[in-house]
């Protein structure tokens, strides 16, 4: 399935977005593993959560839903099933790690799978620590895919440093520590989305978070039993990310998009945004378990910024829609220390880089960053051709990046959509962009 986007106009409207996709399958698994009946509502439809909804289904949890709201009737931490066949976790890298650390601990052995880009993925990050607890998890030669986890009688805690900057590894072994004996202790030299401690916390898990500098230290028990709880999921800020950059990029255009997460570890994007001069004001906040608000976006003139080494872990899924307000900025945006950019559902250093080529934009790419020289303002990208590699994000920061060129620009292989944004192409419709599929 191809994206056909026409040059855009002004776009104005209010849209909500689908369900976060990071809190949904944190509430599945929690939910999964409870001593009851959740109710999850907002939950992500998408193909990566449907996934995790999948596994946890074969290994005999009862999970039905009415009108996009999810019962889940938790089988306990000690109640899951052998599953008849091995585990197809699709495309979902955040699935399939942090339910490595579920499965680590269960007195029966399971085989993971997934999808072509999955299978390309490293795993070497979580058989280490899960390892490390003594977990029997083997991946294949290279460190990928298919991993055969074997039983194991009992985990044990660890002080873990993180080697690489990952909230999945970090959530990985914060499930394996709820079977752990012994205090697990993790600490991230950069600091992390943390939707496993607060969602830990709504299904009253405690976890101690301390800090020291700029290192933070996350230290959680094994604990007995995991009460139930009811969860309603706020918008994804990774895919209001692309209305974000639409309104911005878009003569005369005004949105407002509702009800999305702003928690503090994820909203970097919106730092560099403002820095580079955007107009993006925070409405309704409000917090529940986790930070809402509403977004308003207004069309702005950007100017090309050094991005912050800092908040490159806390907009690493956004990295597309920037390198897009990048390139129509004024001057040089310069990004460095992102080089977990290209272990993701694409190498996206190197997908954008092809997709600003395209577009006719002049950058430089190294090893962990990249140069892009923005056309400014009033820049406009040549109509394309345009390779999403198969990765969601490449395809909707492209799409949208299409509204500013001279002519209608064709998005090739976009069904990853689907992974995380299902029902992309009503949403830039209500709004006003032009958009169909081919
Ligand atoms: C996620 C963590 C990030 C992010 C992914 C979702 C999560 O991955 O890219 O889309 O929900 O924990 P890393 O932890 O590998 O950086």
Do not use: W
């Not at 292989?413 to 689907?418: A, G, M, P």
């Amino acid at each position: 399935m191809n994206f056909l986007v026409r040059k855009g106009t002004s776009l104005k409207g209010e849209i909500n977005i689908p369900g976060d996709k990071s809190m949904s399958h944190r509430a599945i698994m929690l939910a999964s593993l409870s001593e009851g009946r959740c109710q999850i509502s907002g939950l992500l439809e998408g193909e990566d959560c449907l996934a995790t909804i999948d596994v946890f289904r074969k290994m005999g949890v009862n999970i039905s839903s009415s009108d996009g709201n999810y019962l889940i009737e938790g089988n306990g931490l000690k109640g899951l099933k052998q599953p008849n066949e091995s585990l197809d976790f699709g495309n979902s890298g955040t699935s399939i790690r942090l339910c490595s650390g579920v499965l680590s601990a269960q007195s029966f052995a399971t085989t993971l799978l997934g999808d072509e880009s999955l299978s390309l993925r490293p795993m070497q990050r979580i058989v280490e620590p899960l390892t490390l607890m003594g977990a029997k998890i083997l991946p294949s030669k290279d460190g990928t895919l298919p991993l055969s986890i074997l039983p194991t009688d009992s985990l044990q805690s660890i002080e873990y440093t993180l080697p690489v900057a990952s909230a999945q590894v970090k959530s990985c072994i914060m499930f394996a520590g709820l079977f752990a004996k012994g205090e697990t202790k993790i600490t991230e030299e950069v600091v992390t989305r943390n939707h496993t401690e607060t969602m830990f916390n709504a299904f009253g898990i405690p976890v101690e978070t301390s800090t020291s500098g700029n290192k933070k230290t996350i230290s959680l028990s094994r604990v007995e039993a995991i009460k139930p709880a009811n969860i309603d999921i706020c918008g994804d800020f990774s895919s209001a990310s692309f209305f974000i950059l639409a309104a911005l990029i878009s003569p005369d255009s005004e949105i407002l998009i509702k009800n999305v997460g702003v928690n503090a570890t994820r909203i970097g994007l919106l730092h560099a945004l403002r820095h580079m001069g955007a107009n993006i004001e925070l409405l309704n906040e409000d917090e529940a378990y986790e930070p809402t608000a509403d977004i308003l976006v207004r069309s702005s003139n950007l100017k090309g910024i050094s991005l912050n080494s800092a908040l490159v872990a806390n907009m690493i899924d956004e990295m597309p829609a920037f390198f897009i307000a990048a390139a129509l900025a004024e001057g040089v945006t310069i990004v460095k220390d992102a080089k977990e950019l290209r272990t993701k559902e694409s190498d996206r250093l190197e997908a954008m880089a092809s997709a600003l080529d395209a577009f006719g934009v002049k950058y430089h790419l190294n090893q962990d960053g990249i140069e892009i020289y923005g056309l400014g303002s009033q820049g406009v990208f040549k109509s394309a051709e345009i390779n999403s590699y198969g990765d969601h994000r490449i395809a909707m920061a492209s799409a949208i990046g299409s509204l500013r060129a001279d002519k209608e620009t064709r998005i090739l292989d976009c069904e990853n959509v689907n992974t995380s944004f299902p029902g992309f192409i009503d949403t830039c419709q209500k709004i006003g962009i032009n958009i169909n599929q081919s």
